[in-house]
């Protein structure tokens, strides 16, 4: 979709911002460009639509060699983010959001109409927000504007350059989760500019990690973290690599143990003979479908008449299947949890422990750590509290 071909760019006054660069984006991809201030992200962004022409080198979008194409009909069909927002101060918010529309030469009725739904699909109410002015807003509110105005006239490509730089990091971490929500929709090509390797990890398909003027690693983020190709990747990605892999790491379906059952209509009695014999002090609880239902505790069983289903406890301590290791971590450390159930929709997988959390961990880490051996039963010794 994207892609550079040993493109280098020297400014007249000598300083040769990106040297010999060559990557490509993919269609639907997102892809951040993470690296310290001064070493060419932005001058690498600016290039792709024209807004900076490369000194030797080629750029191409969807095969064709952008120096041929007139810079204005480029634009339209890249929508551009940056931190300053570059609002205009005196269009209302709608007017702003209506600006590229309205210049490719929609109606103004129509375009408004669209820019009310994208204020929307951002999050911010046009019936009460539209009329405002950005001075009007808060910094969160202005970037979300920023964002709506991009994509206002649907453009296949998104441009973002700190998108979301100018705000506190609890309304970046807001902005961030609902731009993921927006891209899982849209399947944009985006490019995202960002010096914050946190915010690269969790927004991009791929990472491009800069050195000076080049691009010392171009991968995914869980191999930028488990493997760094050189000393200067493993130095900007920081000493706490293992715990940023947490965020990138999905859970395994093969790291889950299966802990001691019982059936929500099993007699009580009958159900805690088992257990005893068993040597459980506890087992989840599921009904007839597998779904899961809480758990219960040998104490609770204790000359219990009826069925388990009048004694289980209600589970709080779950992660859906598609979660990573670090939703499952402080899940657990919110439940103050020994282990934490894993659930494909209500169905119930099993259980992760810190053990096998720990295993999951070591292994994505440089490839270090092979799969521990299976255990038949969860080792705990502590449940989830209510
Ligand atoms: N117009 C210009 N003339 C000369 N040098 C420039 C110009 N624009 C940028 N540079 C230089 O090019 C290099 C790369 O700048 P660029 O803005 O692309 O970096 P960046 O990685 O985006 O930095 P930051 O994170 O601080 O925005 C820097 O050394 C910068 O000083």
Not at 120 to 133: C, E, T
Not at 212 to 239: H, K, M, N, W
Not at 287 to 309: C, Q, R
């Amino acid at each position: 979709m994207i892609r550079f071909d040993s493109v280098t760019k020297r400014y007249p006054d000598g300083t040769t911002a990106v040297d010999g660069l060559s990557f490509e984006v993919g269609e639907g991809e997102l892809v951040t460009l993470v690296g310290p201030s001064g070493c060419g992200k932005t001058t690498t962004m600016m290039m792709v639509n024209r807004l900076i022409d490369p000194t030797h080198g080629r750029i191409s979008v969807d095969g064709a060699d952008i120096a041929g194409v007139d810079p204005v009909q480029l634009r339209r069909r890249m929508g551009y983010v940056i931190q300053q927002t570059g609002l205009f101060p005196h269009r209302t918010v709608l007017d702003n959001t209506a600006t590229v529309p309205v210049l490719t030469g929609w109606k103004k009725a129509k375009a408004r109409e669209r820019a009310a739904e994208l204020l929307d699909l951002v999050g911010l109410d046009p019936g009460v927000y539209g009329s405002r002015y950005p001075e009007q807003l808060s910094g969160g509110q202005r970037q979300r504007v920023g964002v709506a105005r991009a994509l206002a006239a649907d453009p296949p490509v998104l441009l973002m350059d700190e998108p979301f730089g100018a705000v506190d990091p609890v309304v970046r971490d807001r902005l961030q989760k609902e731009f993921l929500r927006l891209q899982a929709t849209m399947h944009k090509t985006v490019l995202l500019v960002t010096h914050d390797i946190e915010e690269a990890i969790r927004l991009g398909d791929r990472i491009a990690v800069y050195g000076t003027g080049r691009i010392e690693q171009y991968d995914t983020p869980a191999s930028v973290l488990g493997a760094p190709a050189t000393p200067y990747v493993a130095e900007f990605v920081g000493t706490d690599r293992a715990l940023k892999q947490l965020s990138v790491t999905t859970i395994d379906r093969a790291d889950l143990e299966r802990p001691p059952f019982a059936r929500l209509d099993e007699p009580a009695a009958e159900a805690m003979t088992r257990m005893r014999t068993e040597g459980a002090r506890w087992a989840v609880v599921l009904d007839e479908e597998g779904e899961l239902h809480g758990w219960v505790g040998t104490e609770e069983l204790v000359g219990a008449a009826g069925t388990v289903a009048g004694h289980a406890r209600r589970m709080e301590a779950w992660v859906p299947v598609t979660g990573t290791l670090k939703d499952a971590f402080s899940e657990m450390l919110k439940h103050d949890a020994g282990w934490i159930a894993v659930l494909d929709g209500h169905r119930f997988l099993g259980v992760l422990t810190p053990t096998t959390l720990h295993e999951a961990l070591r292994r994505t880490i440089g490839g270090r750590g092979e799969r521990g051996v299976r255990r038949e039963r969860a080792e705990v010794d502590s449940v989830p509290t209510q």
